[in-house]
């Protein structure tokens, strides 16, 4: 019996192995402008594509594409074509490992990560970062505001974060009664407690707290709730077709208040079900999305524009939807602060460029502002200190990896434009905790 | 290869937990024909309360996740709560769904009772922090071995085939005890095992708790190793990839299901990821569940005892004349000669050339004694 | 007060779409004896014919009709090849229940396959709302009523006063012995897979009339429900049925209304346990009854 249970497992190594000879991976590249012999390299983006948090690997994609494309555009890294290799986590941190193993274990010009979301986040970085490997994180979670991980780096704000520049919305429009809706979802859950307690912090006055399950028929009783304790504005954050039913059975019933939408609402999948619910006008009038990052005209935001359009078969259609997407901004700087930083060391190795990550982006006396791969490429050539202006503005990262970054209120077109209505700083955020 | 090292003993990792899972469901299905559709749940419990005791209190105030029974407890211990936990669920569950009704009716009452449970505790944050499920437990004596993640792999990989080893044991035991004799009495002839005295709905939930507290180990250990858990985990068909393994490896016949296990969660579940990528993301995952399904279908169709089927024990005429079934109580066991034990006797051979399923159980038609001296 | 005054009135609509689905559900296992668990992903697929038909700029009602006929034609189709052919290699009920499963999962991914794992949302008007009181109905979810109610009618009708339906009990009751008066059994059963076919595709579409939304996963979410009106009222009942969606839907909605929308179906389900634990004589005998698969 012995015997035969280790041949089981001796099989099982022996098939993993003979499994790496006919390692394939899921690469995709653009050809433009390939002009080295130098071999490809690889960024892996480790996201749940399905399951219930597969709104992320839409995201992702469509930050690292668009980057992949500029950087490619500009003759790629120190001679390499850089390619990505997408690994789906199914939000599943049991089916991530594994994943993200393979990942590590088939790719040997693997040069770094974006990923790693919230419910694999915990899970996948000790593991990266045991490899030495580079990951540009979009764990949320507020416990990496103190990392200890060397190869750990973070764009995007903490989730409370959001949910505290709400609140200061909130505040600076008078708004004293508040009501949170929420779905049960996993995002919406991750933005739930900033929300509460930023509301919390102003003193504001909680009236409901409303908790949606996805995919009911009908929240009339919830709607009930929200309308009996006459709130002066809804936080809100669930799935398109949750919020899409709620909103339209509360202008059914009673009478719609101002809407304040975290960052997860800021996806056609959310936006275009709830303006047909509640009709354009009105969702012109009540909703206000409150995002991160500085979304001001620069040349970075330029360029990751022309990636989105450049790789609009990669990212999930319409294109323009992701143009003013937070997110997918801090994911598309991320891959080019990477790649800055392997030009400024001179090596793709992420053991060795990972202490440059710090060089290409901190300001200092003399250094040269570049929004672009290419002008950073260049300024670097020419012996130049630089630090990268990103398409979500100045990279700021703090001595845990963490950038941290302005929030934004914004309205929003029929097609996804935004109209910026006012700031919310990095500074008062700060101040409120 | 020196990445690999990481890759491979997760594999090793899992082929343990899915074997403590396979034996947990082929003593209830293989042994006691409980048709456990909700087993992937007792694994959850186990992986819930093994993450819950070790988290530390649930403070509220850095709240990013919110759960129950909130302690800090040294190891083992939340290995030993997660198979406590399995079993007392198991035992509540067991007590309703286990009831003398249709045994049809037992699977549909067990498929709701585990999509509910998911509904449930997605839903409701208070319980286990809802669909976001819990992260950052901690690896046990992570700080005591002090060793490089990869070494740490391996030595967790070598503790959960150590305890493999343990359960295999046990449950072989028990299996060939008089009280498995007694379960597969009543699986296969419960009107004729009740007149000798046999309780089925009692030994049914007996083997359904034991069964639940494998569940619970497996699922701690799971979660010890990968440090997270949530509701993405535990989906109502992750059941049946288990299930499918018991099928294909053999019912019955816990050996068997080691080369089911290998067979189903870990190469077949594993290939795809060396495919190219192709169509929409999902697409490979949906067509990899299309194909367990009809695995399931055809194991059922084609060879309802698995690849390789459960060594019948056969009952021959005693001393004095009587007929005696092999699960007869323990008076008859000193009439009962065991063959096909380990002693060479071709017993599959012959096992195979009789019609394979016992006669329908629910029909609970005559003649069973028949069908058993045929064999000798 | 106000608010489960109002609440009841949802449930008489979320009754509905139970009963129309339990219904179907319990006249196919009144016969068959086949406890047909892909009964949730074939209500999915009428849900997605309804989708289709709408994105087709089809008329609702044609829409509802024709999600009826896909859930026929996929049951019969089923009922005749697969379940047929596990009846005649001697499968018994308990393994006939894992096939049936196998098959809810295949149907289950098939359906996400094809519709790329994405949610689709629909805009079926719901018409003006009516106000009785406290309690407010749309026009789409009353004409859910009426179609619950007059489905109930015209299945005792022809139970109860046709020749097929004398047929069908009869076959229920004992069907050698059906088979032995000259009763046409095959007919008999063909029927009874197109009609409960008919009502799991109809009550997929009304499904999605009322949530607006459908994915590959819509039905399993709502087998548990359909499942428990089916056991609680009594195997091959209509009216059984109708009475325990009922008291599924209101309880339903008043736990929902109480404040534990996550804990709604749990509480239908808790109403199931009760009944499994109360009611011996119920559904608890079926294990001494003897029984086969009709197929």
């Known amino acids: 019996m012995r015997a035969k249970r280790s041949a089981a497992v001796g099989l099982a190594l022996a098939a993993g192995i003979g499994l790496a000879a006919c390692g394939t991976s899921n690469v995709s590249s653009t050809g433009t402008g390939s002009s080295s012999a130098k071999g490809p390299i690889v960024e892996g983006a480790v996201i749940a594509y399905t399951g219930t948090n597969a709104f992320e690997g839409g995201v992702t994609d469509s930050g690292v594409y668009p980057a992949m494309y500029e950087i490619n555009k500009a003759g790629g890294i120190l001679g390499h074509q850089l390619n990505i290799e997408t690994v789906d986590t199914r939000g599943d941190p049991a089916d991530a490992l594994p994943a993200a193993q393979k990942l590590l274990a088939t790719t040997s010009n693997l040069v770094g990560i974006t990923g790693a979301g919230t419910t694999s986040g915990p899970t996948l970085i000790p593991l990266f970062n045991s490899n030495k490997m580079v990951v540009m994180s979009s764990a949320g979670e507020a416990r990496y505001d103190r990392s200890a991980y060397q190869y750990f780096w973070r764009l995007v704000p903490p989730d409370p974060a959001n949910g505290e520049a709400m609140a200061l919305w909130a505040q600076k429009h008078g708004f004293t009664r508040i009501a949170a809706v929420f779905g049960t979802d996993s995002g919406s859950q991750g933005d739930l407690p900033g929300v509460l307690q930023g509301i919390s912090k102003i003193h504001a006055k909680l009236v409901a707290n409303v908790s949606l399950t996805p995919d009911q028929p009908s929240y009339r009783p919830e709607v009930e709730q929200v309308l009996a304790a006459h709130p002066q504005v809804i936080m809100t954050e669930s799935d398109g077709a949750t919020a899409a039913t709620f909103f339209g059975e509360m202008k059914q019933l009673g009478q719609l208040v101002p809407i304040y939408g975290t960052q997860g609402t800021v996806t056609n999948s959310w936006l275009n079900p709830v303006r047909g619910a509640i009709g354009a006008s009105n969702f012109q009038k009540y909703y206000t999305a409150i995002v991160g990052g500085t979304p001001k005209p620069s040349p970075a935001l330029q360029a990751f524009v022309q990636g989105v359009k450049a790789e609009s078969s990669k990212v999930p259609s319409p294109a323009s939807q992701w143009f003013g997407n937070p997110y997918a901004q801090a994911f598309y700087d991320g891959v080019i602060v990477q790649a800055l930083a392997m030009q400024a060391a001179k090596s793709t190795s992420p053991s060795v460029y990972n202490n440059y990550i710090m060089k290409v982006t901190a300001p200092g006396p003399g250094k040269e502002k570049v929004y672009t791969f290419a002008q950073g490429k260049a300024a670097l050539a020419a012996g130049k200190q630089i630090q990268y202006m990103g398409a979500s503005g100045p990279v700021l990262f703090d001595k845990y990896h963490n950038s941290f970054g302005n929030e934004a209120a914004e309205s929003l077109s029929a097609n996804g434009t935004p109209t910026v209505l006012g700031i919310i700083t990095e500074r008062a955020i700060e101040k409120l905790g | ?376 | 007060m106000h608010l489960f005054v109002q609440s009841l009135g949802f449930g008489v609509v979320t009754a509905s779409i139970i009963a129309i689905g339990a219904m179907g559900f319990t006249l196919q296992f009144g016969l068959t004896n086949v406890l047909n668990l892909s009964f949730g992903s074939l209500m999915t697929v009428g849900g997605f014919v309804a989708y289709l038909a709408e994105s087709a700029g089809i008329n609702v009602w044609i829409g509802l009709v024709l999600g009826g006929l896909a859930g026929a034609a996929s049951t019969l189709i089923i009922g005749k090849t697969i379940f047929k052919v596990y009846a005649r290699r001697g499968t018994r009920l308990f393994e006939m229940v894992m096939v049936t499963l196998a098959l809810a999962l295949i149907i289950e991914y098939a359906v996400d396959a094809i519709s790329r794992d994405q949610i689709y949302q629909l805009t079926f008007p719901q018409g003006t709302t009516f106000n009785v009181g406290a309690i407010s109905i749309t026009a789409a979810q009353l004409a859910i009523v009426i179609i619950g109610i007059g489905i109930f009618i015209a299945l005792e009708v022809m139970l109860k006063m046709t020749r097929l339906g004398k047929a069908l009990r009869a076959m229920a009751v004992d069907p050698s012995l059906a088979r032995s008066c000259g009763i046409p059994t095959d007919r008999i059963i063909n029927t009874t897979w197109l009609v409960s076919g008919f009502l799991c595709g109809v009550a997929g579409v009304v499904f999605v009339i009322n949530a607006l939304s459908v994915d590959s996963y819509t039905g399993t979410l709502f087998l548990p429900s359909v499942l428990a009106a089916a056991i609680l009222g009594g195997v091959g009942s209509p009216g059984g049925a109708l009475v325990a969606s009922l008291v599924l839907g209101v309880v339903t909605e008043l736990v929902a209304a109480a404040g534990g929308s996550a804990y709604s179906t749990v509480a239908a389900f808790g109403v199931l346990v009760v009944v499994l634990l109360s009611r011996p004589s119920g559904v608890l005998t079926a294990a001494s009854r003897k029984v086969e698969l009709t197929v």
């Open chain 2, 1 to 376: 290869m020196g990445a690999f090292t990481y890759y491979i003993s997760t594999l090793v990792v899992y082929f343990g937990i899915d074997l403590l899972s396979a034996w947990s469901l082929n003593l209830q299905y293989g042994y006691a024909g409980v048709i456990n559709f909700s087993f992937i749940i007792f694994q959850a419990i186990g992986a819930y309360i093994a993450s819950t005791v070790v988290l530390g209190p649930d403070t509220g105030i850095n709240a990013y996740q919110t759960y129950l029974f909130g302690a800090n407890l040294p190891w083992p211990v939340p290995l030993i709560l997660a198979a406590l936990a399995g079993a007392a669920l198991s035992a509540v569950i067991g007590v309703f769904a286990l009831r003398r009704i249709r045994r049809d009716y037992q699977a549909a009452v067990m498929l709701i009772v585990s999509l509910i449970a998911l509904q449930v505790v997605s839903a409701d944050v208070h319980l286990f922090n809802g669909s976001n499920g819990l992260t950052g437990i901690p690896k046990p004596l992570e700080g005591a071995l002090n060793v490089s993640l990869a070494s740490y792999q391996w030595i967790y990989a070598a503790f959960v085939l150590a305890i493999c080893a343990v359960v295999y044991v046990i449950v072989q035991k028990l299996c060939r005890s008089s009280w498995g004799r007694s379960l597969r009495a009543i699986r296969d002839q419960e009107d004729a095992a009740i007149s000798i005295g046999l309780n089925p709905t009692l030994l049914r939930l007996e083997v359904f708790i034991l069964g639940g507290a494998i569940a619970g180990l497996s699922g701690g250990l799971l979660v010890e190793f990968i440090g997270a858990w949530s509701p993405g985990a535990w989906g109502y068909a992750e059941t049946f990839v288990i299930f499918t393994a018991v099928l294909v490896g053999g019912v019955g016949n816990n050996r068997g299901v080691i080369l089911g296990i290998f067979l189903v969660p870990i190469l077949f579940l594993e290939l795809p990821r060396f495919l190219p990528a192709f169509g929409y993301p999902g697409l490979i995952d949906a067509i990899e569940w299309m194909v367990i399904g009809a695995l399931w279908m055809l194991g059922l169709l084609v060879r309802p005892r698995g690849l390789i089927p459960e060594r019948r024990f056969v009952a021959v005429r005693g001393g004095s004349g009587a007929i005696a079934f092999d699960g007869a109580a323990p008076g008859f066991f000193g009439r009962l000669l065991m063959v096909g034990r380990g002693d060479g006797v071709p017993m599959r051979r012959r096992a195979a050339t009789v019609a394979q399923p016992a006669p329908p159980a629910d029909k609970a038609t005559a003649g069973s004694a028949s069908e058993r001296t045929e064999l000798s």
